[in-house]
Each structure stands twice: as structure tokens, then as C-alpha cells.
């Protein structure tokens, strides 16, 4: 089943402990993002990549990293997590050409 | 830069009534289109979507024209179910060669709730 999986999909932490949220797409697409979802905000992106070793920001990439060493998987790390990036998270990928993407289920998080 | 305006919800409709969920936008060149729908506690799926000026998206009853000349991309379906009730965004996409292309710009969403 073509899909886009996310982990974990509930994560509760505390102010300054790392954390990666992972995300992996079985549809070798060469497109993939970070969205962040907030009440009255929409869905915001983080960051995106067009394809491996090839990342940009987005509009909101502050406190947020990104790598994409393969083609399958982009991970979000939040070095030192704050509670102003208590959000829901949603990783998306999409083939290069086209402007389709393909969403996860998402990764609710809470910072104390 | 990009952005998208949606009509505010909440919208709550009676089972069998018409919807329509405005949606207009702001962008250069020639961007691509798409109404997501999110369910409670899932992700957004892909509900239709349009790439050019006059094209008309469509997909489970649902259906959006894309109108260059109003900046609009208006969802319609003529009669909703409760299975209906979720949460709708517009969304947009630079056209390729910009450089916003791949990055999808959000409306902040309308939730339709619909009462049997």
C-alpha cells in the first residue's frame, strides 16, 4: 500500500530534550516536507526537500533541522524543543514534476 | 507571496443540502489548485485538484473550477452526507519553474459539520 508513515503519532516531552520525529514514504517520491498545523494558522511549512541531500527552509524552520540521506525517509529533529512547538506534524512527499502531495497521518506534539 | 483565503467556517448543513466552501487566491504566474479534506484525527487527503485556468476538479461528488479571472477555486457539492463532516482546505502550488513550486500554500481551513 502506497503510504507515508510517521513516528511516533503522539509525543509528550519537556523543554530541551532532543527529539526526531521520523518519516518515511514507500512511493519513491522525490519530493518531501515538514508541515506544522495550528488552530487559526492552517498548515504552515517547515522545511522541504527536492530530493536526497537537497533541503530548504520553508516559512517557519526556526528551531528545526532536517536531513534527507535517502530518499525514502525525512526526518525533523528539534534540538532543544520549546513549548511554542507544541503542534501538530505532518510530513508529505510528491513526485517531481507534479505539485500533488501525498500527507502522513500526523505527529501530535506537547512541550511542557 | 502566495497566500489563499477561504470563507470561515464553521459550516453546518442539514443532510441533502447544497455546499459551497469559497476559496481565492493570490499568486503569480500559473499555480495548480487543491482542495484536502481532513477527517477527524487523520491526515489531509487529496480530495480534487486543478493545474490550469478553466480546468475543473472533481471527485466524490465534489467539484472546484479553477477561474483565472476571479483568482478562484470554489468547492461545490449539490447534496452532502454526514460522512461529509470533516475539516477543508484550499491550498496552492507555484507553478513549476517558480519557486515556490512543490510548496503548497494553506487556507486556513472550514469545518462543515452535517446533521443528519
Known amino acids: 500500500e502506497a503510504q507515508v508513515t510517521q513516528n511516533p503519532r503522539y509525543l509528550i516531552t519537556v523543554t530541551g530534550k532532543k527529539l526526531t520525529v521520523t518519516c518515511s514514504q514507500n512511493?519513491?517520491?522525490?519530493?518531501m516536507s515538514w508541515y506544522r498545523q495550528d488552530p487559526g494558522l492552517g498548515l504552515r511549512q517547515i522545511y522541504y526537500s527536492m530530493n536526497v541531500e537537497v533541503t530548504d527552509k520553508g516559512d517557519v524552520p526556526e528551531g528545526y533541522k532536517v536531513s534527507r540521506k535517502e530518499k525514502r525517509n525525512f526526518p525533523l529533529i528539534l534540538e532543544s524543543p520549546s513549548p511554542n512547538q507544541t503542534s501538530l506534524y505532518f510530513c508529505a512527499s510528491g513526485r517531481q514534476g507534479t505539485s500533488a502531495q501525498y500527507f502522513g497521518p500526523g505527529t501530535r506534539l506537547l512541550v511542557l | 507571496g502566495n497566500s489563499v483565503t477561504q470563507m470561515e467556517g464553521p459550516v453546518t448543513l442539514s443532510e441533502e443540502a447544497f455546499l459551497t466552501i469559497n476559496c481565492t487566491y493570490t499568486a503569480t504566474g500559473y499555480p495548480s489548485l487543491f482542495w484536502y479534506v481532513q477527517y477527524p484525527g487523520e491526515g489531509l487527503q487529496l480530495l480534487l485538484k486543478a493545474t490550469k485556468a478553466d480546468d475543473k476538479g472533481s471527485n466524490k461528488g465534489f467539484e472546484a473550477t479553477y477561474r483565472k479571472e476571479t483568482t478562484s477555486f470554489h468547492l461545490e457539492k449539490g447534496s452532502v452526507q454526514v460522512s461529509d463532516s470533516a475539516v477543508y482546505f484550499c491550498?496552492?502550488?507555484?507553478?513549476?519553474?517558480?519557486?515556490?513550486?512543490?510548496?503548497?500554500?494553506f487556507g486556513q481551513g472550514t469545518i462543515l459539520t452535517v446533521h443528519p
Open positions: 491550498a496552492l502550488s507555484g507553478d513549476a519553474g517558480g519557486t515556490s513550486y512543490g510548496k503548497l500554500t
Open positions: 512511493m519513491n517520491h522525490e519530493y
